[in-house]
Each structure stands twice: as C-alpha cells, then as structure tokens.
C-alpha cells in the first residue's frame, strides 16, 4: 500500500531487501537506508550436540571460508549490507576497523575438512527462521562447494526457538541433531559485550558454543572495568580471539530498509528503534491538503 496508494500507508519498517526496487519505482513511495544499523547476520555452529564435528576448530574454520561475502551480500541483500570480521556491527560499541574478516579461500576450506578428518566432505544441516530463507540458499551452496552436503530446512518462528532457544527445546541440546543455524540479531542498545555476545555465545539463552575459558575470562574483565576506552579494548580482543577460534559463522552487517511515503521526512535511528521525534512530512502530503482531517 505504501508504494501503490498515497496516503493509506506512510511507513513500512523492517523492508525486504527484494522489494527495494519496487519500492524505488512507485510514484508514491522511496527506500530510506539507515547504514548505521546494529544488527548482525551469523550462523550459530551446534557444538553441544551428542559428538558434535564443530568442537574442531578447522572445521568452523572452513565453513567460514567457504563463504564468499561479497556474493552473499549481493545476491542475498541487493547489496545492502557490510562484511563484519567477527559479531559486532560497523557502529557498535568495540567494533575493531583493524581486524581482518575471514577471506573467500575455498582451497583453503577444502584443505581444513581433509586436515579435519572429512576428505570425504560432510553432510550438514542448516536451519533459518523463515526471514534468512534467501540467505539460507545462498549459504547452503557456497558449503557445498567446498564438500559439504547441505540439508536446508527453513522454519517459522515457534519451530525455529524449538530448536535453538535452549528454555523452548523441543529435546535436550545434546540431541539437536542440526549443525549449523542462521541468526538475524538487533543490539539496539549497543552493549554486545551483553547482548550479542553473552545472549549467544557466553552462557545466554541461545549459546550453543559451550566451555570457553579465555572468553569468559576476556567477558568478566568487561564486567569490572567501568573506564569505556578499557571496555572496548576488552572487547575488541574478545571479538579477535571470537573470530580467530570461528566460535560462529560470520556474515554480515544488514543495511536497514524502509519504504516511505515521498512526502515524508523519515529520520530513522542508528540502534533501529521506531523513534519519529525528527520525523516529519512536507507540504505535498496528503494530511496537509485543503480538507483533510487536522488534529
């Protein structure tokens, strides 16, 4: 409605990447980007299932090789994201510009799973909440390219928490029999020592990482220093010692997408949150128009 009818609908949140450029050719209606969003896309590596191969770090090494990020962004977003080398967004509080994402290297990948005990490759499971259904695909090919043999399974939400929200499982963690699962996440109070980092990786409800002492011990040093440039030198090393164990599969930073009636001012924030106090709409609006209902 946004982009077909003036008037009815001035603002939908949370667009679709593949509807950008319907959007963008609506005489009514235009995309709005916000790059300074908080979110994070990555895979969750189940380590905690009943001999689970992620416990080698070769392993989630490879598949994090395997993953040409350019091409995900590309076709999976249109463009709209930015690689990230480890959890946390561009603009997140101990982001670190000087560390390196993991390279697009699929020789080096297939090297890992033969050093790793798979010259065989290895059957996997992926699960995505129906949102990375796109990603999912995408990602599901590029692992196959290297030698693994990709079961993708796309579920909607209540099916998805049963399998990875660990107060929701459906059975116990060590009997989750899925490998690798796909998270879109939000820190849209920009504290990732807490919320990304402790939600998935440092004992929240949807760590599937398990023992990690230095982790722990990087996090709990984060936890008694209340000087900021400390805290996101801890973070920071957190984030390096994350990316160099491949404790998740890294991904990307997603550009966020609105559709806006062309005659509204749109000012979205950084941390995502529907906040309209800048917000403000123009003189060709409909509610501005001789006889419209003003209050």
């Known amino acids: 409605m946004v982009k077909s009818d003036e008037g009815r609908v001035d603002l939908v949140t949370g667009l679709s990447p593949l509807e950008t450029l319907r959007v963008a050719q609506s005489p009514f209606a235009t995309v709005v980007k916000a790059r300074g969003s908080l979110g994070t896309v990555f895979g969750l590596f189940n380590l905690r299932k009943m001999g689970s191969p992620w416990q080698d770090v070769r392993l989630r090494q490879a598949a994090n090789l395997a993953i040409n990020r350019e091409d995900l ?16 967004p561009v603009q997140g509080f101990g982001y670190d510009p000087d560390l390196t994402p993991y390279a697009f290297d699929p020789d080096k990948a ?3 799973l033969r050093q790793a005990g798979y010259s065989n490759g290895l059957s996997l499971t992926l699960i995505a909440p129906a949102g990375l259904e796109i990603q999912a695909t995408v990602i599901a090919k590029m692992l196959e390219g290297i030698g693994f043999t990709v079961e993708r399974q796309v579920l909607d939400s209540a099916a998805y928490n049963r399998r990875t929200l660990l ?17 879109a996440y939000n820190d849209w109070a920009n504290i990732p020592a807490f919320t990304l980092y402790q939600f998935h990786v440092l004992g929240g409800p949807y760590d599937w990482v398990a023992e990690k002492p230095e982790l722990q011990r990087l996090y709990a040093e984060v936890l008694r220093t209340v000087d900021l440039d400390k805290q996101q ?19 990307y930073n997603p550009i966020q997408l609105s559709a806006v009636n062309k005659a509204v001012e749109f000012i979205p924030y950084r941390g995502g949150a529907l906040t309209l106090a800048e917000t403000s709409v123009m003189a060709p609006h409909w509610s501005l128009q001789p006889g419209a209902l003003k209050e």
Do not use: C, V
């Open 73 to 88: 962004i590309r076709y999976a977003t249109k463009g709209n994201g930015l690689i990230i080398p480890a959890l946390i």
């Open 110 to 112: 297939r090297s890992l």
């Open 167 to 183: 107060s929701d499982l459906d059975r116990p963690p060590e009997q989750q029999t899925w490998d690798i699962a796909l998270m």
């Open 233 to 251: 030198a801890l973070i920071r090393q957190m984030e390096r010692h994350t990316r160099d164990h491949a404790y998740t599969l890294f991904l």
